[in-house]
């Protein structure tokens, strides 16, 4: 089974908030979103899930476009945590109306996973802190049953213990390939940890879809410090300036090749080393402006 989405657009106030979005997911990936405020995760993810009506484009699972065959929205899961239904009700009435959407909704594990987190089944959601609610979230997610989870900020505001459990949560829902997730986070050292890929949204249009175990064979961070401040052609063209501390630069450059290696070598760095590659890195690598040695001025 796989899921596609294909030159997805949506406008919102005659605004262009997503525009030709494209790519496949597949059971058992983790997929991490990530862009700047504003740039339209929240809206790719209301315009998959047919929350918003797509300008052009569809959603197909396995081939059946889910505008088309409204069975096939029962395969993919999305809380909007922004506009729902829920904070009226208590968590032992939510299973009464997921299992309505969800036909194969387990409602056993659902409270026997709120037992395990010692949450409530006669609180009503509203009343629970923000990060007993994202657990909710989460639990209702996986025990939907559905093949495609969409979570949108899980991590958003969260203490290191919930965000721990969250983490360990989605990586155990993924061990036997029969589900998926596809997550937005601010947070990108907890997305590095978790994603197989990243998908990189960036002036409404999907910029990269990086398999990151890929990027990281063929990118590297270096930190270097050189003779002069005179900045060589190699590094201008190549690399994305990360940070500037004194004469002390790091850099990131996705394509590290024996030749680009020679050249930086040939300039006579006083410093050359090799820094552990981030999700962060790359982010800051990709939405920076040009190269971003125009900081240097």
């Known amino acids: 089974m796989t899921l596609q989405v294909n030159k997805l657009s949506k406008k919102i106030d ?9 790519f496949n997911w597949a059971p058992g990936e983790i997929i991490g979103l990530v862009g700047r405020n504003g740039v339209g995760k929240t809206t790719l993810f209301r315009t998959m899930v047919n929350h918003y009506v797509a ?9 059946d476009p889910i505008q088309r065959v409204p069975a096939r929205q029962h395969d993919i899961f999305f809380l909007d945590t922004q506009y729902n239904f829920l904070s009226n009700y208590s968590l032992k009435e939510l299973p009464d109306f997921y299992g309505v959407v969800y036909p194969n909704f387990d409602r056993q594990r659902y409270m026997d996973l709120l037992k395990h987190f010692a949450l409530n089944a006669g609180d009503q959601y509203r009343r629970l802190s923000k990060g ?3 657990i909710v979230n989460v639990i209702l997610a996986m025990t939907s049953n559905a093949t495609y989870l969409i979570l949108d900020e899980p991590f958003d505001g969260l203490d290191v213990i919930v965000r721990e459990n969250i983490a360990t949560m989605v990586i155990d829902e993924v061990a036997d390939q029969r589900k998926g997730f596809l997550i937005s ?7 590095d940890g978790l994603s197989d890929r990243v998908l990189l949204l960036k002036d ?15 990118a590297k961070k270096i930190q270097l410090v050189l003779p002069d401040k ?13 940070r500037v501390s004194g004469r002390v630069l790091v850099v990131v450059i996705t394509n590290y090749t024996a030749d680009i290696d020679q050249q930086l070598r040939a300039l006579h760095p006083v410093l050359l080393e090799e ?3 981030t999700l962060e890195d790359l982010f800051r690598a990709n939405l920076a402006h040009d190269t971003g040695y125009q900081l240097l001025k």
């Open 185 to 191: 986070s601010h947070d990108l050292n907890e997305l």
């Open 132 to 134: 007993m609610r994202a």
């Open 230 to 242: 005179t900045i060589p052609a190699v590094l201008k063209e190549h690399s994305h300036l990360i």
């Open 55 to 63: 300008d052009t484009g569809l959603v197909t699972v396995d081939d």
């Open 204 to 218: 409404s249009q999907l910029a990269h879809d990086y398999n990151l175990e890929d990027i990281r064979a063929t």
């Open 275 to 277: 820094l552990p590659l």
């Open 14 to 22: 005659k605004r262009q908030i997503i525009s030709d979005i494209t």
